[in-house]
Structure formats: C-alpha cells, structure tokens
C-alpha cells in the first residue's frame, strides 16, 4: 500500500510563493512517476505538474507554465511543486499523485493509483 501526505499549502498574497511537498511510504517511489492536480469547490479536478520516476521528464499544465516547477527527490520519497507568482486562480486543494505502473509523466488523473489527502492553498488578491 502506498501513502502519500502532502503539506505545505497555506495563505498567501497575490505574486507570492509556496513550495508543496509529499512524502510517500510504502512500494517502490523511485519507480513511480508522480503528479500533482488540483481542485478548486465546485470544479473538476485539474491536472497541474508531474515528473517522470527519474525525474528527467517533466510536463506542466499550460496555465502554470513558467512558474510552477516540480521537483523529487528519490532519496527521500518526496515529490515537491514550487509555485510561484501565485494568482487568486491559483488557489484550490492541492493533490499529489503516484502512477505506480507508470514511469513517464502523464496528465490523465486516470493513471494514478494513489492520491494523498490535499493540501489547501488560498491566494488573496
């Protein structure tokens, strides 16, 4: 079983930064490719960053390009997503992700198995 908690979300003002993290225990992390999505009430949830299990590949949502970078660290079963000059739009319930028979990143939510439980992040304009 895999599990994945995230932590990190919190208040910030409009054109400030976060930095996300996940850790994750259980299997095999450094096989698994990793993603984040996030949810704002009342709307799908969306696909925002993932990273391949070497962490060599690495793809973004197009509304994020340019200043979110997600980032893993094999050693220590964590999967990281810097955001930065954050938006009121930005703001929603994040979630990472863990496509355990995946090695490449993919923006389908379908293909992961293993989602953590959310972290909120709230941007004030």
Avoid at 4 to 9: F, K, R, T
Avoid at 59 to 79: C, E, L, M, P, Q
Avoid at 91 to 106: F, L, N, R
Wanted: overall charge negative; hydrophobic content about 35%.
């Amino acid at each position: 079983q895999v599990h994945l908690v995230e932590s990190g979300g919190g208040v910030v003002q409009s054109g400030g930064s976060l930095r996300l993290s996940c850790a994750v225990s259980g299997g095999t992390f450094s096989s698994y490719a990793m993603g984040w999505f996030r949810q704002d009430p009342g709307k799908e949830r969306e696909f925002v960053a993932a990273i391949s299990w070497k962490g060599d590949f690495t793809i973004y949502a197009h509304s994020v390009k340019g200043r979110f970078t997600i980032s893993r660290d094999n050693a220590k079963k964590a999967v990281y997503l810097q955001m930065n000059s954050l938006r009121p739009e930005d703001a929603a319930i994040y979630y990472c992700a863990a496509d355990t028979y995946g090695v490449e990143a993919s923006e389908s939510d379908h293909d992961y198995e293993y989602w953590g439980q959310g972290t909120q992040v709230t941007v004030s304009s």
